[in-house]
């Protein structure tokens, strides 16, 4: 079974990482809520707080398959300032595993050095700060370049969603889990 984590700051984007943890667990694949802080709970942007399954900087990550970054603000910022999650990145990618991001988070796996000549997209406002690192910058609701994923915003988190089930599982996966939630985009 496939194993990724979403990491969650406080003032992350709830619809982004929900919608996301909603569709993978869906499709069979394991999601684990980490917070970037080891706190318990973590609260979102706008009041909204998620318990933890585990605490990032304990958690030992060689199993897992895949790290996930919500945007929102102040989390994107408060992922972007720790030195152990942009070293994970670095990892994941090295060991060519997944490293996705929506929205303004994609800004963090260009800290980490990941996104120069990558196709990707995120934030509108955001786009000038990933072009600078390199980037690629698109205009579709998500996109993949290898093992990389990512996506605009909270309007494009459907897709981000399926766009994951379809890197670990495959296009017909994604097609008959979009089906299923009526998602008709």
């Known amino acids: 079974m496939m194993k990724t984590a979403m990491i969650l700051a406080p003032g992350f984007e709830e619809v982004e990482a ?16 980490l917070s970037l802080d080891g706190s318990e709970a973590v609260t979102g942007s706008h009041g909204i707080t998620v318990q933890a399954d585990g605490a990032f900087p304990s958690r030992d990550l060689n199993e897992l398959d ?7 603000m102040p989390g994107a910022t408060n992922l972007a300032q720790s030195e152990a999650l942009l070293d994970a990145l670095r990892r994941f990618s090295a060991a060519g595993k997944l490293t996705a991001a929506i929205c303004a988070a994609p800004t ?38 290898g093992t990389i994923v990512t996506s605009r915003g909270m309007g494009t988190a459907v897709d981000f969603g399926l766009h994951l089930v379809e890197y670990f ?11 299923a939630i009526v998602w008709e985009h």
């Open 108 to 145: 963090v796996l260009a800290k980490a050095g990941l996104l120069a000549g990558k196709r990707v997209c995120c934030y509108p406002s955001r786009e000038a700060e990933l072009a600078e690192a390199g980037a690629l910058v698109s205009r579709e609701p998500s996109v993949r370049d």
């Open 18 to 33: 929900l919608t996301a943890v909603d569709l993978l667990r869906r499709a069979g694949i394991e999601v684990e809520l």
């Open 66 to 72: 895949g790290l996930i970054l919500p945007g929102g």
């Open 169 to 179: 599982q495959g296009e017909e996966k994604a097609r008959e889990l979009a089906r």
